[in-house]
């Protein structure tokens, strides 16, 4: 599918100021989720450069970020290093911008190289052009922009985080309606990576969908998750075997050392690392902090990743053999859980809450009125105005036994159910 550029509005804005002053600009966000496709679209509109940068050595990603620029630069010289790149840039009569695209490759060779950048920004950057600086690792660009020690540490203007989109824009791009719950259960199987999209086909069910990224012969996804590990430096077989057992329910520390057979301290380094690379994310309590709880849950972010370790992974070897019936149950049981992170997404400062035997979906500061709480049920399914009420009743019977009510008297029920996907 040819996909049509959509959304992006509030990254193409600070693009656009960034123009104005000049400077570095850092840009970056997983694979995948359009960072390239958002800056040749911004440099397009504003005659820019753009680089893609190549795994090889010095010399060659060199030579070949020339020959990307050299269409538009205004030089005879042929660089042979990095300061002589620099210098053809400096020498430019007009005013340009410029992408540096996947520039982790090129620290990884040549670690001299923000030191070198530093010295150039500092004293040779031409007074309002503007170098972009991107890459797909948000840890080794953390690293390389936001630690103390490093040489570029506070030269960007702006570290611009280039996220998944949402929903809307997933229907926009794919001209889909967003009422529809087989709608939804597609975007649960592509989560808000544009990259994915490009799979959805016209009059094409869920379960095809789903076929056609995961389980068809040599599928897209089928080593996905390792390219994205590898991304982001985390290395070997645990990070993959903690996911696999965060995608099977075990999403407590405990749960999760015990399906790996070792101790629970053994896993915090890991756990971190893949909350920082943004594949896990780590749930607590509605009111709770690390601080003050040990009632910590782990999930898997990404609705693509979540479907890998939920439903491919552990149904890859059957899925040919499953009734459609139960391949459907599958995908709408994953699209729930998704369903629920787009519902929470709705209201600031929303989480879950859970003790004992009492479990709430949703709990929030009501957007209508600040001192009253928001608690509420998630259902991924259309609720008759019976199943509605029934809901509710259960809902207030689970709050009437929560610890939390003593600390919030006053609080406003709702259900939400897939209604909400055309609102």
């Not at 909350?275 to 910590?296: H, M, N, Q």
């Not at 709408?332 to 369903?339: E, G, K, L, N």
């Amino acid at each position: 599918m040819n996909m049509k550029f959509v959304n992006r509005e509030a990254e193409l804005r600070e693009l656009d100021a960034a123009a104005k002053h000049g400077g570095l600009l850092v840009v970056f966000g997983r694979r995948r989720v359009g960072k390239t496709r958002l800056m040749r679209q911004w440099l397009q509109a504003h005659n820019g450069l753009y680089s893609q940068a190549i795994e090889a050595q010095r010399d060659l990603q060199i030579q070949q970020v020339f020959a990307d620029l050299r269409p538009q630069l205004e030089t005879q010289l042929v660089p042979k290093t990095w300061p002589e790149m620099l210098e053809i840039l400096s020498l430019q009569k007009r005013r340009w911008a410029l992408c540096l695209d996947e520039f982790p490759y090129l620290t990884a060779v040549d670690s001299s190289l923000p030191s070198q950048l530093q010295k150039w920004l500092d004293h040779a950057l031409p007074p309002g052009c503007l170098l972009l600086v991107a890459g797909s690792s948000t840890n080794m660009m953390h690293d390389l922009f936001l630690h103390r020690a490093a040489p570029l540490y506070g030269r960007a203007r702006k570290l611009l985080q280039v996220l998944p989109m949402d929903y809307a824009a997933f229907c926009d791009a794919c001209g889909l309606r967003r009422s529809d719950a087989d709608s939804f259960e597609k975007f649960a199987c592509v989560g808000g990576i544009p990259k994915y999209w490009e799979f959805v086909e016209a009059g094409q069910d869920a379960v095809a969908l789903a076929e056609s990224l995961y389980f068809d012969y040599a599928p897209y996804m089928e080593q996905e998750p390792q390219r994205l590990l590898r991304d982001e430096g985390v290395i070997g077989l645990n990070a993959l075997a903690v996911l696999e057992a965060v995608g099977r329910g075990a999403e407590r520390p405990s749960e999760i050392a015990s399906r790996l057979g070792t101790a629970q301290t053994n896993l915090s380094r890991l756990l971190l690392q893949l909350i920082d690379a943004s594949i896990l994310t780590r749930e607590l309590p509605f009111g709770g902090s690390v601080r003050t709880t040990k009632k910590i849950l782990y999930r898997i972010q990404d609705p693509t990743m979540r479907f890998w370790f939920r439903v491919f992974s552990p149904h890859q070897s059957r899925w040919r053999i499953y009734a459609a019936a139960e391949k459907r149950k599958l995908i709408h049981d994953h699209a729930a859980t998704v369903f629920e992170d787009v519902c929470r997404a709705r209201f600031p400062g929303a989480q879950r809450y859970w003790e004992g035997n009492v479990e709430l979906d949703l709990v929030a500061p009501d957007p209508d009125d600040p001192k009253r709480l928001l608690v509420a049920e998630v259902k991924w399914r259309r609720l008759t105005a019976a199943e509605r009420q029934n809901v509710l009743r259960q809902l207030e019977s689970k709050w009437a036994h929560c610890s939390l009510r003593t600390r919030h008297p006053n609080v406003h029920f709702d259900v939400l159910d897939a209604t909400i996907l055309g609102v």
